[in-house]
């Protein structure tokens, strides 16, 4: 059983030990206790180490003792050290205070400490319960005979069969019983959620600092498209960076909205696009007075993040919505190492990807909605929720959003503490016993952005394996072989790491490991391959969703058909993936520089896919607006212009 302490901040001594020993007498006498809880107490200048400690769950504020200004501070300190725990005031006034923030209200006076007790106990339980995860489970273990989908029945159309039953046993009984169908009410639906569902998805909002939060399994990219649906109408302008998800983009076609792309800075050294410029961004808001919408991504997949607080407010002095793609920062709200996020930034919709660093499953994502959103219209955003999602949603997936959650309210510095330690830790050895280095966030922005106070997210490592002279795809190919180790991602020159919560000390080992001795031998290995150039952006001439729905032609990359592709209007996104950020989007303009990219990517890396590309005559081809066509786009982007 979890020890969870809670703290008293008082500078009464005398009392402070008086109130610990009563309670802990009560903590004796209940020996059937779902929570082991532990009381102390210290005075307002120790109150920083007890919050470094990962047990402490409960902070009590003694007004009693404290006057207003220290109460304030202390509260402060807890909220910007510790936001998911429970802050509790213990009062001796007879009107309760105004400030809300307080989990809950205690007279400094009450005799009955079994009631104290109860009280502190009952805000740690709503706060570690999962309500959805605990029905499933009940549900599940009552052994209801199924008379409903899935076709599968609990499993017992596998776990009986001589030919998959092997498929069965692999994946375990629970994979298949927990698989129901929305025929099960007391599971709620995560269509119109009432019960269960709407309690875990309340609990997830306050968790994560949000005024709404709602529960997707489709992932992120639906995530992002549900969003956009309900902010975006046919011809409005939203303000994306051009290292957006390609969601973001799909987004645009589906909506009929005209994006005003920014361009990223770009290190063409390590193949990495970073966020756009802060003066770029601000250019762009001005020069755009009737834009409804700012989407930026923070962090990136490398790890890079926005300085969001004064972009955030400079947007919305202008009247737009912010969304911030926090796919890669779920973790972000629970370590003061990597605060604000994006919703404490003042967020209007912030789409997260549980799974990436948490401990949901795969497409197991969340939604949150910002404190200060204007107008929001929650029936409307279901509606939009609800043409994306699935009628038979996996319900394994809502439960591990569910315990994902609880995780980090319960034990979010403590893992991420440890995290952040192996972060450290593998940086320094790198740095120390390695041909290779670790890139830090100067290194990785360039230049360009070395006055936007850009971040980096310490548990994305980029380790740059070009710097010993070595190809990052051969090192990959060596790391897998060889040692049973998966990356993230590479560049030409560049290895990426994903320390998660996941992550323990056996694998930075290996790693470890695995790392030297590449270095040692890298005299056998092959060369740095060649790094391909990023070309900068050209013209959106015609509405996405115009260019996407057009009929248009293949024409091939090479030969005179590829030289007749420059100066085109492309129909489809060509993405080199990873990272997953499009050389092109539907209705941008083809250029000799896009277009000798794309060749480069097809024809030099073959560790790379390639999205959108087609087939002319076996020979990879693209397909562009026919002449036509393009004319009648343009018209139509003039009379929205």
């Given amino acids: 059983m979890m020890e969870c302490c809670i703290v008293l901040v008082t500078g009464d001594r005398q009392f402070g030990q008086r109130w610990v020993s009563e309670l802990s007498q009560v903590v004796d006498s209940d020996a059937a206790a779902p929570l082991q809880l532990r009381f102390s107490f210290c005075d307002p200048q120790a109150l920083e180490a007890q919050l470094c400690r990962g047990e402490t769950q409960i902070v009590v504020l003694d007004d009693g003792d404290l006057d207003a200004q220290m109460l304030a501070e202390c509260h402060e300190q807890i909220r910007d050290r510790r936001a998911e725990i429970d802050s509790v005031l213990l009062t001796a006034a007879r009107v309760p205070a105004q400030n809300r923030d307080y989990e809950s209200v205690i007279s ?7 009631v104290v007790y109860r009280t502190l106990r009952r805000i740690l339980l709503e706060r570690t319960a999962t ?8 549900y599940v273990y009552a052994a209801r005979d199924s008379w409903h989908t899935p076709g599968h029945s609990s499993g017992d159309s596998l776990s009986s069969s001589p030919w998959i039953a092997d498929f069965y046993r692999f994946m375990g009984e629970h994979i298949f019983n927990t698989d129901l169908s929305v025929s099960v009410k007391m599971l709620d639906s995560l269509m119109d959620p009432v019960s269960v569902i709407r309690q875990s998805q309340q609990l997830a909002a306050r ?8 529960f997707v399994t489709n992932g992120t990219s639906t995530s992002n498209k549900i969003v956009l649906q309900y902010l975006l109408r046919s011809g409005d302008r939203a303000i994306v960076d051009r290292n957006c998800h390609k969601s973001v983009h799909h987004a645009m076609i589906m909506s009929g909205a005209l994006p005003v792309y920014l361009e990223s800075a770009v290190n063409q050294d390590y193949g990495v696009y970073g966020p756009v410029p802060k003066s770029r961004i601000f250019a762009a808001i001005d020069a755009t007075p009737d834009a409804r919408l700012l989407v930026l991504t923070s962090c990136t997949y490398d790890g890079l993040r926005y300085d969001l607080k004064s972009i955030i407010d400079y947007a919305h002095r202008r009247g737009l919505y912010v969304l911030i793609d926090e796919a890669w920062y779920a973790h972000g709200r629970f370590h003061p190492d990597l605060r604000p996020t994006a919703l404490e930034c003042g967020a209007d919709f912030v789409t997260q990807s549980t799974h ?11 939604i949150h909605v910002g404190q200060g959103v204007k107008d929001f219209d929650p029936a409307g955003f279901r509606e939009d929720i609800n043409m994306h999602t699935s009628t038979s949603p996996q319900y394994g997936m809502i439960a591990s959003l569910d315990v994902a959650r609880k995780q980090m309210s319960i034990e979010g510095y403590s893992v991420m503490q440890r995290t952040l330690d192996f972060a450290r830790d593998l940086r320094e050895f790198v740095r120390e016993h390695t ?7 100067a290194e990785l922005c360039g230049q360009e952005l070395a006055d936007d106070a850009i971040l980096l997210d310490p548990t994305k490592v980029t380790i740059d394996v ?11 190919l060596q790391l897998f072989s060889q040692f049973g180790i998966q990356v993230e991602k590479n560049t030409h020159n560049t290895l990426s790491f994903l320390v998660t919560i996941g992550t323990t000390e056996s694998k930075v080992l290996r790693l470890k490991q695995a790392l030297r001795t590449l270095s040692e031998t ?5 060369k740095p391959a060649a790094g391909q150039a990023l070309p900068p952006l050209s013209e959106i001439r015609v509405l996405p969703r115009t260019a996407y729905f057009a009929r248009g032609e293949k024409l091939a990359l090479g030969g005179e058909e590829g030289k007749a592709l420059v100066g085109r209007i492309a129909c489809d996104e060509i993405v080199p993936y990873p990272p997953g950020i499009p050389l092109l989007v539907p209705g941008q303009l083809v250029t000799e520089e896009i277009l000798a990219a794309i060749n ?15 087939k002319n005559a076996g020979r990879p081809a693209m397909r562009v607006m026919l002449p036509e066509e393009a004319d009648k786009g343009l018209q139509e982007r003039q009379s929205i212009d």
């Avoid at 041909?435 to 966030?441: C, K, N, Q």
């Fill in 522 to 526: 890298r005299s056998a290995m092959q």
């Fill in 356 to 366: 990436k660093m948490l401990s949901a499953f795969s497409q197991a994502s969340m």
């Fill in 600 to 614: 480069a990517f097809v024809h030099e890396r073959e560790d790379l896919e390639m999205h959108g590309l087609r």
């Fill in 131 to 138: 309500p959805f995860a605990d029905a499933l489970r009940e």
């Fill in 108 to 114: 400094r006076g009450e005799s009955n400490y079994g």
């Fill in 207 to 214: 968790t994560f600092g949000a005024a709404h939060t709602y």
């Fill in 466 to 476: 070009g710097f010993a002279g070595l190809s990052a795809p051969e090192v990959q």
């Fill in 435 to 441: 041909a290779f280095r670790p890139l830090d966030a």
